[in-house]
């Protein structure tokens, strides 16, 4: 490594919103369930290289996650999904200025997996290294690249302060991004996220695992209105969530079943119960744009992000209610919605940027609310 560029990343330890004069290269490492990803993203917004060795089909048969069977996944394409990453970029570790891992919340055996190899990386190759919060990658990610809800990429741009559902398989919040590490908690759910919801009323159905993306399909061609699925809080004046009742209606419905369930029923099953989900959250963001501590930072923008962002039916409901508020709606583009490298190096690079570096050991954590990062 040259001279000078050693200087400036000794220059960045200190002070990283030096310039530079060409774009800075983060790598980033995701292993907190059951993606195993990496990515080379820089400065620029561009994405060099992205590869997810997704565990999926090792998990169907169990109907979710085995976090056991998940970190031991993790250990055996660890070392292949970055040695990937970097050929495809055409790099080496030596062309990188950051390294970024996910160091919780999450599975903690997956954690400590990639954690462990992004600390090796760094201190072997002495570069930069930034302890990432997976959430903050979902909620980050729209900054890195943004489309409509219809996926149209219209290079919509995501600038701070902005309204964010974040709704993945572990989480269900709504959130005012103020900055890198300035969250303000609106609502959150009760009880179980909105994709928990999706995968286990999929696995009441017998459809499989994860059952987000399978209940969304089977929505497209039912009824609505077939099954009366309750909207719990929505008489409510704050932006909370619950789904466990919408779960127990799933089993109540079911139980009163006869026989084996026809497709037409599955169809109306699933569009009934997603559009109990939708309006659920487009009730809670309706309070939350009321919300005294969203009015006074006026937002511009309403974004969605999580795995359960890929829900076509959410995205166009949200979209729509962006443009009642007269906002712009941006959700990421769908490979950057479920876990994903990309959006940890794109975390890891806006971290660097200010100054969030790892300057001692730094423990992976199982949780870590978003809304513990403004303290440290
Ligand atoms: O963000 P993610 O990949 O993992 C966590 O951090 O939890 O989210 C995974 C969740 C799963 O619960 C999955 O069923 C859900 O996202 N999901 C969907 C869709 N695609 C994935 N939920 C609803 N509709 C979809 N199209
Ligand atoms: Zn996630």
Redesign the pocket.
């Known amino acids: 490594m040259s001279e000078e560029k050693l200087m400036r990343l000794d220059m960045g330890k200190l002070d990283s919103h030096v310039h530079s004069e060409r774009p800075i290269l983060c790598l980033g490492i995701e292993s907190s ?1 059951d993606e195993t990803s990496a990515a080379i993203v820089d400065s620029d917004r561009n994405i060099l290289s992205h590869i997810i060795y997704s565990q999926i089909p090792e998990h169907q048969k169990f109907g979710g996650v085995v976090p056991e069977l998940a970190a031991r996944a993790h250990i055996l394409a660890i070392d292949e999904v970055i040695k990937q990453t970097l050929a495809a970029a055409g790099k080496t570790i030596e062309d990188i200025d950051v390294v970024a891992a996910t160091a919780g919340p999450g599975l903690i055996g997956g954690v400590l997996v990639g954690w462990m190899a992004a600390t090796g990386i760094a201190q072997s190759a002495n570069k930069p290294l930034v302890a990432v919060n ?1 959430l903050e990658g ?1 909620a980050l990610v729209p900054r890195l690249c943004a489309t409509l809800a219809d996926g149209a990429n219209k290079n919509v741009s995501v600038d701070f302060p902005y309204v964010l559902m974040l709704a ?3 989480h269900c919040q709504i959130l005012l991004v103020h900055g890198v590490g300035k969250y303000e908690l609106i609502g959150q759910t009760l009880d179980d996220s909105a ?2 919801a ?2 286990k009323v999929a696995k009441m159905l017998g459809l499989g695992y ?4 399978i ?2 399909k089977r929505a497209q061609n039912g009824k609505p209105d077939a099954f009366a699925f309750p909207r719990p809080l929505c008489d409510k004046p704050n932006c909370d969530f619950s789904f466990s009742g919408i779960k127990t209606a799933a089993r109540t419905f079911l139980d009163k079943a006869d026989g084996a369930l026809s497709d037409e029923y599955i169809d109306d099953f699933c569009a009934s119960f997603q559009a109990a989900v939708v309006d659920c959250i487009v009730n809670r963001l309706t309070n939350a744009m009321r919300d005294a501590r969203v009015k006074a930072v006026a937002p511009k923008t309403l974004v969605v992000a ?3 962002a ?2 076509s039916a959410i995205r166009s409901a949200m979209e729509l209610l962006a443009q009642k508020y007269n906002m712009t709606f941006a959700a990421p583009p769908m490979n950057l919605c ?2 994903n490298g990309a959006m940890i190096a794109w975390a890891g690079l806006e971290n660097w940027r200010v100054g969030k570096i790892v300057t001692e050991p730094v423990a992976p954590r199982p949780r870590w609310p978003l809304t513990e990062l403004k303290n440290e």
């Open positions: 369930c997976h979902h993945s398989g572990g994709g928990e999706y995968d994860p059952g987000g993306p209940v969304d999580g795995g359960v890929k829900n479920t876990d």
